[in-house]
């Protein structure tokens, strides 16, 4: 069955109302904030006496300010309570918040605009950690890449028309100051009738005693994030993201007035095209991922952040036009498209990038914890922010161009990505079977939502090819631990892949009886722990496209943990150049080409009870025959 887009999610209950009510918010805080700061650039003198370029730190600041102090309360509330009536109570925050900004609009009191804005930084640090929090309680595992795609589409989508409604509405005379006014009560009152149609969320905590202390209790979630060193890894890796956005965006203004020459035009259509290509990066997550959660992903959009970031700053530093410029004749110049190309990398990248990280945390995060996991993931987003404000500043401070900054940040960002990917090898492990997989070959996977989504079970197969393990892993939503033979396991690359996917190395008993005895005992092991452990049953690779037979090893592993085991079935694999196929093994690989097709077909599970060698086999062979 062909998966479904993930623009299906969109005339969903489960996910549409969600959708749009933070989509609203979005765009609410942007078309608010944007709008204060364009009025008190360009009309101070009737607003206030104080110095604008104060006022333009002290705004992005108290925006974030509530992030810092409140997250962590934030994330305690959601996890304790039903996050619907969660949602409809932050947007009934932001009515009231945007009928004090409208009084504050129409009387020129500029503190309460400010006042607003914290308010606003509170309503979305209430919303936050419910917001990723959701997603897993209502989506499929294969569901979430997607999701979380189109989320961060809208998000971006959202930033992108607020900033561009709010400075074009507020300047608008003689009622600018009232469309904004009523336009973001309006937006507001909106998104409160959107949630009220998100349907009910469980607490998943709702016994939890909430600790008012923000600073004990920020420390105790990045302590308690800490303890699964993946998921943390994924917090500061999604931070940086934002440290690394941060920076771009920020020099965004004086970069379009300064080095590129242009107008308030120009610096629109650098921020137009960033936040597309943020969109297209995210979209194109659940395609490129086979519809699971793929973090070989993120190597991938660390790079392209690194490459696309180096070459803005070549770009920039070939941009010839002299003269200041408009919109149109900025886009009839040449270098003008190579710098839009880079920014338009630069988003698509970061999409790619962000996108499975969430998906990640979401996945392998405790989900008695989930939304406290996000609110310190807020908190670090913060923390990052503001010392990516600090080091603009220093860097600026220093002598460094703004393309130099870009320069700087794009080396950081490739000595970010060795850090976490050595840390966990995790990453780089299934960027390349990734690669492998989906550039030398086409890869199906059908039923794959048999494969447990939490829990344990053992997974059977067919072993045709050197490249088994490897179809199964790129098609597997879950980590799998593989038994395999331990002289697989001694050959080059690919004794570094399975050491990282923990593979359980066995020998045959007249071999090493005592090896076989440990591998069953860590088998065991794994499945105490809740792991998927995959074996191939027929023992060596098929010498002739069938079957060898199954061998008994499956009744020890379950007398031991009766747990569910699941039949799948690969085919498309034989033949090729890593089968052992009689024939020249070049002639196999230009006789199949490259681009083959291959396919893992995942069966129903089996009660332990009945998993016998002669049935499991039964069971595969009739995989490999029929037609999904």
């Known amino acids: 069955m062909k998966p479904k887009s993930q623009f299906s999610l969109l005339l969903q209950r489960r996910f549409a109302p969600f959708f ?24 101070t003198l009737n607003w206030t006496t104080m110095d604008i370029g104060m006022l333009n730190q002290i705004i992005p600041g108290l925006f974030i300010l509530p992030f810092l102090l409140f997250s962590a309360t934030a994330g305690q509330i959601a996890d304790r309570v039903e996050k619907g009536n969660l949602a409809r109570a932050v947007k009934l925050l932001e009515i009231f918040i945007m009928g004090v900004a409208a009084f504050g609009w129409f009387e020129h009191q500029v503190w309460l605009l400010i006042a607003a804005v914290a308010g606003m930084g509170l309503h979305s640090t209430l919303f936050g950690p419910m917001k990723y929090a959701y997603l897993p309680q209502h989506l499929k595992t294969d569901e979430l890449i997607g999701g979380n795609g189109v989320v961060e589409m809208g998000t971006f989508v959202g930033i992108l028309l607020g900033q561009i409604i709010g400075a074009m509405l507020v300047v608008h005379q003689p009622w600018g100051i009232h469309m904004v006014a009523f336009g973001s009560l309006g937006l507001a009152i909106l998104g409160a009738v959107m949630s009220w149609k998100i349907p009910d969320s469980p607490a998943p905590v709702p016994e939890l005693k909430i600790s008012w202390n923000p600073l004990a ?11 699964n060193r993946t998921v943390f890894l994924a917090l500061l890796g999604n931070s940086w993201f934002w440290f690394y956005g941060a920076i771009v965006l920020a020099q965004m203004p004086q970069y379009a007035k300064v080095n590129l020459h242009g107008d308030y035009s120009i610096f629109v259509i650098l921020l137009a095209v960033f936040s597309v290509g943020v ?18 992903l993120v190597p991938f959009g660390s790079a392209g952040l690194t490459v696309f970031g180096i070459d803005l700053y070549l770009s920039s530093t070939a941009y010839s036009y002299a003269g200041n410029v408009e919109l149109v004749s900025f886009l009839q110049h040449a270098d003008s498209w190579r710098i839009l190309f880079d920014i338009l990398g630069i988003g698509v990248f970061g999409g790619l990038y962000i996108v499975p990280l969430f998906a990640l945390i979401q996945t392998r995060c405790d989900p008695d914890h989930m939304s406290r996991t996000i609110a310190g993931m807020n908190i670090l987003n913060s923390l990052f922010m503001v010392v990516a404000a600090v080091s603009a500043m220093f860097m600026l401070q220093f002598g460094l161009t703004i393309p130099q900054i870009f320069l700087v940040t794009a080396l950081l960002n490739a000595l970010m990505a060795l850090y976490i990917f050595s840390r966990v090898p995790e990453f780089s492990m299934r960027f390349l079977v990734w690669i492998i997989i989906h550039t030398i070959h086409r890869v199906r996977g059908f039923d794959l939502e048999r494969i447990p989504q939490t829990g344990p079970a053992v997974l059977v197969c067919n072993h045709v090819s050197y490249l088994d393990a490897l179809v199964i892993t790129a098609c597997s939503p879950r980590p799998i631990r593989f038994v395999m033979d331990r ?19 066995v020998a045959a008993v007249n071999e090493d009886p005592r090896a076989t005895e440990r591998a069953f005992a860590e088998i065991d092991q794994a499945l105490r722990e809740g792991d998927l452990v995959c074996i191939f049953l027929e023992g060596p690779l098929t010498r002739d496209g069938g079957s060898n037979m199954f061998r008994t090893g499956i009744q020890k592993i379950i007398e031991r943990s009766p747990v569910p085991v699941v039949p799948m079935a690969l085919r498309g694999l034989w033949g090729s150049i890593y089968s052992r196929n009689k024939d020249n093994p070049f002639e196999r690989a230009f006789r199949r080409g490259l681009f083959s097709r291959l396919e893992l077909v995942v069966g129903e ?24």
């Open 20 to 43: 749009w009510a933070q989509f609203l918010g979005a765009l609410n805080d942007n078309v608010f904030k944007i709008a204060l700061v364009t009025i008190l650039t360009f009309d």
């Open 217 to 227: 209790e920020t420390v105790r979630n990045i302590r308690f994030s800490m303890q």
């Open 279 to 296: 969109g297209l990066g995210s979209l194109m997550c659940e395609r490129l991922s086979g519809h699971k959660v793929e973090i070989g």
């Open 487 to 505: 002289q697989i396991l001694t050959m080059p690359f690919f004794s570094w892949i399975f050491k990282i996917c923990k593979a359980i190395p």
């Open 605 to 628: 599970s089996v009660e332990s009870g009945r998993a016998n060698p002669e049935f499991l086999q039964q069971r595969v062979m009739q995989l490999r025959r029929v037609q999904p």
